[in-house]
């Protein structure tokens, strides 16, 4: 019998600080053992037992040589979401492998706009959006949120037409979900932006890697699953919902008119992927839904449970619960702890200022630093609530101790 959500235990609570502290991974060596990590996405779960079955299974074989192609992949993939999402539309035939989302994303941008050329991203957003394109020698152009941290239409309609004044081609980079306020767009955003960027023909790519961790209260809608996305292209993985950032292998997919843009994109980007990559991120789609639902159950709970901790601890701080991802948007300006070097990035990755340079600081917590995300960041913070109750319990108290005002 196949289990269910219910039959296993909550994956955020099952490891320990102590056992945390062993990983060699990059959230819990960057900084000294004396801080809580919640800036990085990665979880704090013990890896999903079917894929560590199928690893173990691989290893013990030596079954660690090329990958022998994406098919496997792409066909999880598209059980996996006519089965959560009720899209039947994702054809294998126009998906290819690559190593990483990221680069998945700079190798469909290359394939659609030409050196300068604008792309088009919504402020705040995940840095390595500015950074990757910019080394692949487009430009960014922002589209502001609006107030509420969801897609501004008008004024993304207004970046497209300033892009297009200046460049033949124009890309736009959608985080479906959005990273980092964790807005779900709905299927009418999702309508709305692909009307226009039919107007203003401009190519969409969308970010999807987010989109297997949906709370409760909303519902995910895949972008090439709209009427007018069928230039787009959708990047996705099993990357962020089973932990696997170790494990390289993602997929693109091109909408039914992008088909012969994705046959241009040059073989050797398929070697990039790892055969154990591929494998993990397969059975993950196939064998994972399970303790997926765990994870999910076991987020909703923190979701809740940091918004009373705030509410308890950083009365100050503003928080819209996310309705998708693990990670939580802080808006810390009222809390006085700006400095400068706290201006509107974006900036490297790991850059801190502002707020989030006091929580490490003096209360030990690493978290985002708001204003490396672009236009609108500073004096935010970005929270990774991933973690187990015990762990988030402490990090906001401590961050309570920290204050201006």
Not at 125 to 136: L, N
Not at 218 to 236: C, K, R
Request: hydrophobic fraction near 45%; charged fraction near 20%.
């Amino acid at each position: 019998m196949a289990l269910s959500g219910a039959d296993i235990p909550n994956p955020l609570e099952q490891l320990t600080v102590e056992q945390l502290r062993l990983r060699t991974s990059m959230k819990w060596r960057t900084h000294p053992d004396d801080v809580l990590p919640l800036w990085v996405a990665e979880m704090d779960v013990p890896l999903a037992e079917p894929i560590a079955d199928a690893l173990n299974v691989a290893v013990a074989r030596g079954d660690t040589g090329y990958p022998s192609g994406g098919g496997a992949y792409g066909e999880a993939l598209a059980g996996f979401a006519a089965r959560r999402w009720g899209w039947d539309g994702l054809d294998v035939e126009r998906t290819a492998i690559v190593p990483d989302v990221m680069l998945g994303i700079v190798e469909v941008v290359k394939l659609v706009t030409e050196p300068g050329d604008a792309v088009v991203v919504n402020a705040p957003i995940y840095p390595p959006f500015y950074a990757f394109v910019t080394h692949a020698d487009r430009r960014i152009v922002e589209a502001r949120l609006g107030a509420t941290g969801r897609v501004d239409l008008e004024a993304l309609g207004a970046a497209f037409a300033s892009a297009r004044r200046t460049s033949d081609r124009v890309a736009y980079l959608l985080s479906n979900p959005h990273n980092p306020t964790g807005a779900v767009h709905s299927r009418d955003e999702l309508t709305g932006i692909a009307a226009l960027a039919r107007e203003h023909g401009v190519r969409v790519v969308s970010d999807e890697i987010h989109a297997p961790l949906v709370l409760a209260g909303a519902s995910f809608t895949p972008y090439l699953s709209i009427e007018g996305a069928q230039d787009a292209f959708a990047v996705t993985s099993a990357s962020k919902a089973w932990n696997l950032a170790g494990l390289k292998a993602a997929l693109v997919i091109a909408g039914p008119e992008a088909a012969d843009d994705l046959a241009r994109m040059p073989e050797e980007v398929s070697h990039g992927p790892s055969h154990l990559g591929v494998l993990a991120h397969t059975v993950a789609l196939n064998e994972g839904e399970a303790w997926l639902d765990a994870l999910l159950a076991g987020l909703a709970a923190n979701r809740d449970l940091l918004g009373r901790l705030i509410a308890e601890h950083l009365p100050l701080a503003r928080y819209t619960p996310p309705e998708g991802t693990y990670l939580a948007w802080l808006d810390c300006r009222a809390l006085g702890l700006d400095e400068p070097g706290g201006t509107d990035g974006p900036g490297v990755v790991s850059e801190l200022a502002g707020p989030a340079r006091a929580f490490l600081d003096e209360a030990r917590v690493a978290l985002s630093s708001g204003h490396v995300f672009g236009s609108g960041g500073a004096g935010h913070v970005r929270l990774n609530f991933a973690a187990s109750n015990v762990v988030l319990t402490e990090a906001i108290t401590r961050m309570g101790t920290v204050r201006r005002v």
